[in-house]
């Protein structure tokens, strides 16, 4: 199975600033179809996820562009560009690429 | 608005058998691939199954393969789970996904295993 290892797994972040994080995997995400299935998912405490990004860069509908990703092959990163308080929570990387689907452990973003 | 409401989640002992639920709406259902997701009492998030649009193929954890069954049924909208020999650890919320890329979200449905 692949395996998505997230870096760091606690990020405390500052109002405004920016926040980064990593997901790396254990072998090539890029389909035999040519795209890269990894999405990342927010989830606020108490909530459902949610999805932010999917196909590496590709924003969800209504989400904020503070929010982008980007990779390729076996690194990927999830970038908030300006952390807003709303923004707490545990985020998650997740590859579609290959069977099983596997998650990343989770990245608790706190203020 | 596109939502998925699950039903179904209970408290069962270990080896009994429960059915989950999901009903779609606001979106062309037979449209999607449709997922299970679950999350255990303070952990990550873990894949459980995937049925494509015709209900042809179907995907399973390792963990639940053989136990658990992914359905659907396009003309009511709905999505199933067929959960047999239940074990504690299957203890979760379990959630109804929406599409290859996991674009919507149910509010999620609880299942304990315990005795």
């Known amino acids: 199975d692949v395996v998505l290892t997230q870096s760091p797994l606690s990020l405390p972040v500052t109002l405004g600033q920016p926040a980064s994080i990593s997901c790396r995997s254990s072998?090539?995400?890029?389909?035999?179809?040519?795209?890269?299935?990894v999405n990342w998912f927010q989830q606020r405490p108490g909530q459902s996820p949610r999805r932010l990004i999917y196909?590496?860069?590709d924003r969800g509908s209504g989400v904020p562009d503070r929010f982008s990703g980007s990779g390729s092959g076996t690194n990927f990163t999830l970038v908030i560009s300006r952390v807003e308080a709303e923004d707490v929570g545990v985020y998650y990387c997740m590859q579609g690429t290959h069977w099983p689907w596997t998650f990343g452990q989770g990245t608790s973003v706190e203020i | 608005e596109m939502q998925l409401v699950e039903s179904g989640g209970a408290l069962v002992q270990p080896g009994e058998s429960l059915r989950l639920s999901c009903r779609g709406s606001?979106?062309?259902?037979?449209?999607?691939?449709m997922n299970w997701v679950r999350q255990g009492p303070g952990k990550g998030l873990e894949w459980v199954a995937s049925?494509?649009?015709?209900?042809?193929?179907?995907y399973y954890a390792d963990s639940v393969r053989g136990r658990f069954s992914i359905s659907r049924d396009n003309t009511d909208k709905s999505l199933s789970l067929l959960m047999d020999s239940l074990r504690g650890e299957d203890t979760a919320i379990y959630y109804c996904?929406?599409?290859?890329?996991?674009?919507?979200w149910g509010q999620g449905t609880p299942v304990t295993v315990s005795s």
């Open positions: 072998e090539s995400l890029l389909h035999r179809d040519e795209n890269t299935y």
């Open positions: 606001g979106f062309t259902f037979s449209t999607f691939w």
């Open positions: 996904v929406r599409g290859w890329h996991c674009a919507t």
């Open positions: 049925i494509n649009q015709d209900g042809s193929e179907t």
């Open positions: 196909k590496v860069s």
